[in-house]
Nanobody, 122 residues
Framework: QVQLVESGGGLVEPGGSLRLSCVGS????????VGWYRQAPGKQRELVAN??????TKYAESVKGRFTAGTDNAMNAYLQLTKLKPEDTGVYYC?????????????????WGPGTQVTVSS
């Protein structure tokens, strides 16, 4: 059973930084793409960053230049948040998604973590 668990959230003042981590238990096939989503109160979940491969990561326009996503040597994911704004407040989720070209393998389309709360406030 694959599980993802996020950590590193918390309360931070505007302009501050946080580093979120995502650790997978069980084995996520390495062809899954890893991403980060967030959900603000009363809003839909939105994509923050999608790690396409070792050389490309797609970011939401609102976080470009401030957030950096990646995976470490243990293939765990991280999201570095800098220059935080109050509008960055929300629950941040780690996601592992099966690329469409592997749909015939009949594997789960998505794995999600339970989320970690980030609150940006003075």
């Amino acid at each position: 059973q694959v599980q993802l668990v996020e950590s590193g959230g918390g309360l931070v003042e505007p302009g501050g930084s946080l580093r979120l981590s995502c650790v997978g238990s069980g084995k996520v096939p390495n062809f899954y793409t890893v991403g980060w989503y967030r959900q603000a109160p009363g809003k839909q979940r939105e994509l923050v960053a999608n790690i396409i491969d070792d050389f490309a990561t797609k970011y939401a326009e609102s976080v470009k230049g401030r957030f950096t996503a990646g995976t470490d040597n243990a293939m765990n994911a991280y999201l570095q948040l800098t220059k935080l704004k109050p509008e960055d407040t929300g629950v941040y989720y780690c996601n592992a998604q099966l690329p469409s070209r592997f749909a015939a393998l009949n594997l789960p389309a998505n794995y999600w973590g339970p989320g970690t709360q980030v609150t940006v406030s003075s």
